[in-house]
T-cell receptor, first 115, second 110 residues
Framework: EPEVTQTPSHQVTQMGQEVILRCVPI?????FYWYRQILGQKVEFLVS????????KSEIFDDQFSVERPDGSNFTLKIRSTKLEDSAMYFC?????????????FGPGTRLTVL | RKEVEQDPGPFNVPEGATVAFNCTYS??????FFWYRQDCRKEPKLLMS?????NEDGRFTAQLNRASQYISLLIRDSKLSDSATYLC???????????WGAGTKLIIKP
């Protein structure tokens, strides 16, 4: 069964450093998403991406964040200058289309720890 | 304000029992509704979409009440493997953005 993959599974970084989280969505999917989940809290939407551009973003997704689809398979989330409060689990998701209610499939996540 | 509310639980339920969760949402324009389950420190996994007419998948039944803006999940003949956190998820104005409840923790006891 096709699945979303994410690397690395765990990233430790120093405050102020840049990190890039990588995702490979399911191959025939057209819509891509990033979410984060701070330990013990809700899953929070960050951004959605379609046709090589951001289609929607939340208040959390400020200028420190950017997304890119550098080639036909990868989808990346960059955090420019990490803060302590960026420590969370980051999930990538993809969906085939928006028809049928937009069923999103999630990757296993990257646990980001900012020291 | 974007609100999806759930009882956090935990619900402690004996194996074989039936358990039900509700979830309320604040946006009357929401069109898509889902239940996901999340095991500890794992990614959310889609359990089922929720359709207007209600739908069933094996031991799981989901219902939508648009007038009262809530959705429900019923689990029959609960199994130990059903222990997880159940997340209520609702789309917002567009289909891109999904808003998540904090989840209801279910513990099935032998």
């Amino acid at each position: 069964e096709p699945e979303v993959t994410q690397t690395p599974s765990h990233q430790v970084t120093q405050m102020g450093q840049e990190v890039i989280l990588r995702c490979v969505p399911i191959s025939n999917h057209l819509y891509f998403y990033w979410y984060r989940q701070i330990l013990g809290q809700k899953v929070e939407f960050l951004v959605s991406f379609y046709n090589n551009e951001i289609s929607e973003k939340s208040e959390i997704f400020d200028d420190q964040f950017s997304v890119e689809r550098p080639d036909g398979s990868n989808f990346t989330l960059k955090i420019r200058s990490t803060k302590l409060e960026d420590s969370a689990m980051y999930f990538c998701a993809s969906s085939e289309n928006l028809a049928g209610g937009n069923t999103q499939y999630f990757g296993p996540g990257t646990r980001l720890t900012v020291l | 304000r974007k609100e999806v509310e759930q009882d956090p639980g935990p619900f402690n339920v004996p194996e074989g029992a039936t358990v039900a969760f509700n979830c309320t949402y604040s946006n009357s324009a929401s069109q898509s509704f889902f239940w996901y389950r999340q095991d500890c420190r794992k990614e959310p996994k889609l359990l089922m979409s929720v359709y207007s007419s209600g739908n069933e998948d094996g031991r799981f039944t989901a219902q939508l009440n648009r007038a009262s803006q809530y959705i429900s999940l019923l689990i029959r003949d609960s199994k130990l493997s059903d222990s997880a956190t159940y997340l209520c998820v609702v789309n917002w104005e567009s289909n891109y953005q999904l808003i998540w409840g904090a989840g209801t923790k279910l513990i099935i006891k032998p």
